[in-house]
């Protein structure tokens, strides 16, 4: 294939319709009609990258192997394709705009007055293009964050504009909308998404397809309402009603025929049905289980659930593999003492202890730590929840009472966890974290070698404080091994205890890596030991 298609979507009357999703599932289908099909994200916020932002405002913060801090929505595009994305895949204002100010302040415009057309729009284009320019990609899918209408969003659809008139047919615009259902008058309206249209046009883009969300079918005259108000085919107007799980959505979309539409208006050849059985296997064992287990979800941003959604998604992958639906307690660690934690993590089938900084919910992260060792429950700790597990351990059975990270009492005698020494010079916060894919190398007796079946892995970071191994000898002396390692640095990155049934500390985050078709190994064999421990509860 000569040029390489650009596909565009955008969102229209409210947020969280779930672009991601459908850039998501129409990938997934083009990808498995052989073409090679990535997935970009353009964020209309002026921060650099997620990576200061705090999780109430804008969920989980995804890492990429090449340490791009970026959008959760890179997630939902790794786990349908089970292909790594990176820095080029994720795009926000604020780069953009820094872009363009540091050509400015050396001089690259040559005294020209830098405006929003051409300089801005220009640097975006070229960051569109960068993943196109690569010759890897037959499709670039670029999707659009926020809504049509927003202020922040204007130099986006502006941009959309300029390329599809020097595109021409190797480009193309789905704009996602919202068709409400209006209990009173018992109907579906259609007028939010004319406005929504209307909007784009204003802009000078037509979209070519519309996909519609809805609780109820739209059926044939709304489609055709639709396609006459918006200027679109009747066969563009793609319903997208309410699905079970978003993994089911690939498939209601090829129903709908998404994607021979999309080709079809490509002008590319609708080559090879696209072989989906691996998908339905995948939905045919999460929707009917042959087990169940719950798993408790310690953490101090568990009213929003999208701050955890690489593990929460994880989990759902490896219930899959082992035919089991995977119930998650959401725990607050703030509300945690040892005073209450029998009562609030009692009959769980195993313990995870999610990862976050700070001080707030610590204390609750170590109480259940020690609820999860004492009682021989299976136990996963992720970056922070590694760290607890470390200093729970220290204080409990080292006999080291007063020991803590660095991070939250500076001052202590045993700082177990303490800052990595690349850190402590470090002012700015943003992107300065060690962040990336990073190798570790595993005791051939250990679990984690059980689990992985290899000596070296490689998994991605998101931390600035690490175990002080001025402290190791002492802990493997009692009980607490250190089973993997940086092979470059002797960093500790897995930390386990033989004697107890499962329980596994990792530095790094296994969540970004787990996708439909290659759930990770640790998630696996962590539900796989929960259903152990249902068994024989």
Known sequence: MSNTKYIFVTGGVTSSLGKGIIASSLATLLQARGYSVTIQKLDPYINIDPGTLNPYEHGECYVTNDGAETDLDLGHYERFLNTATSQANNVTTGRIYKTVIEKERKGDYLGKTVQVIPHITDEIKRRIKILGNTGEFDIVITEIGGTVGDIEALPYIETVRQMRWELGEDCLVIHLTLIPYLTAAGELKTKPTQHSVKALQESGVQPDILVCRAEHELGDEMKRKLALFCNVKKDAVIEALDAESIY????????????????????LPTKNEPDLQHWRDFLSRLKYPEHEVEI??????????????????????AGSVNQTQVKIRWIHSERLTPENIQRNLKDLDAILVAPGFGERGFEGKIATVQFARENNIPFLGICFGMQASVIEFARNVLGHK???????????????????EEQKKVVNYGGTMRLGANDCQLRAD?????????EIISERHRHRFEFNNKFLEKYEKNGMIATG?????????????????FFIGVQFHPEYKSTVAAPHPLFVHFVKAANLQSSSN
């Open 248 to 267: 089911a959505v690939p498939i209601l979309m090829h129903k709908e025929k998404l994607d021979e539409v999309t080709l079809r208006k490509l002008n």
């Open 296 to 317: 408790g979800l310690v953490g101090k941003y568990v009213e929003l659930k999208d701050s955890y959604k690489s593990i929460s998604e994880a989990l759902i992958h």
């Open 402 to 420: 007063t020991a803590n990270s660095s991070e939250i009492d500076p001052k202590t005698k045993y700082p177990v966890i303490d800052l990595m």
């Open 446 to 454: 250990s679990l984690a070698y059980k689990i992985y079946g290899q």
């Open 485 to 501: 390692t940086n092979p470059k640095t002797g960093l500790v990155e897995i930390v386990e205890i033989p004697s107890h049934p």
